[in-house]
C-alpha cells in the first residue's frame, strides 16, 4: 500500500497539479490585491467617489450611532445584502479568467509543434532506378 502511494505522490500531473495550486493561490492574491487596491478604486473615481466595498442594502434597521460602513453595519449583527463586495469579486474572477486565458493560450502556441518539412528529395540513383523499374513493368 505504502508503495502504491509512492507512486501516485511522484507521478508527474500530482506533482504539476500541486505546484499549479500553489502559483494559482499566490497569483490570486495578486489579482485580488490589484483589483481591491488600484482598479475599483479607480473605478469609483471615475463613476463619483463611489467606494464599492461599502456599497450595500441592510435587511434589517440600523442601531443608532452605527457607521455606514459594511464592516461597522456587520458588527452590529445587522444582515446585509453586500452587492458592492460581489461587484468586485466578479470582476476579480473575470481578470484572473481572462489572465489565465492568455497564459493558456500563449503556452499551447508555444506547445504547438512545428509542421513536419518536408522530407529530402531522393537522390538522383534512387530516381533513375525507380524509372528503370516502371519501364521494366510495362
Do not use: H, W
Request: aromatic share 8%; glycine share 8%; charged share 20%.
Amino acid at each position: 500500500m505504502m508503495q502504491e502511494f509512492k507512486d501516485f505522490a511522484v507521478k508527474g500531473n500530482v506533482i504539476d497539479l500541486a505546484v499549479g495550486v500553489i502559483i494559482g493561490g499566490a497569483f490570486g492574491k495578486i489579482v485580488g490585491s490589484v483589483v481591491d487596491d488600484l482598479i475599483m478604486p479607480l473605478m469609483g473615481k471615475v463613476l463619483g467617489n463611489i467606494n464599492f466595498s461599502d456599497m450595500f442594502i441592510a435587511l434589517k434597521d440600523i442601531p443608532p450611532g452605527t457607521a455606514m460602513t459594511l464592516e461597522a453595519v456587520k458588527k452590529a449583527g445587522v444582515p446585509v445584502f453586500a452587492y458592492g463586495s460581489f461587484i468586485t469579486i466578479c470582476l476579480n474572477f473575470a481578470i484572473l479568467a481572462f489572465i489565465i486565458f492568455i497564459m493558456v493560450k500563449q503556452i499551447n502556441r508555444l506547445k504547438a509543434e512545428a509542421p513536419a518539412a518536408a522530407p529530402p528529395p531522393p537522390p538522383e540513383e534512387v530516381v533513375l532506378l525507380r524509372e528503370i523499374r516502371d519501364c521494366l513493368k510495362k
